[in-house]
């Protein structure tokens, strides 16, 4: 079942890069918005419930807090590189370095 639901968010993801990245009006962009929060849920959930799965409650906080921090860091980050990518190359490019 998790790895159902793992290749359903790498298909939805790339599916949603590619649409974003050809978007020619609010619509099509929002469609693949909409379709990138659909992928990116089970990511974000279900890692965290592998760790409360895989370890004791003792164990876990030290995963959880290096998990959050990893998606945080990844969160912000994005933020810095896809600046550098639209200064130079312009919007349509962010979607497509995904």
Known sequence: MGMCLIRAHYHATCLQCSQG???DNYGSFLGSRILGALGMAPYEVLVQASISDMYFIHERATRIAVWNLFLLTGICG???IS???IEDLGYEWVRQYH
Request: proline residues 0%; without cysteine.
């Open 21 to 23: 990245a050809v978007a």
């Open 78 to 80: 994005a933020g810095f």
């Open 83 to 85: 600046g550098y990518i």
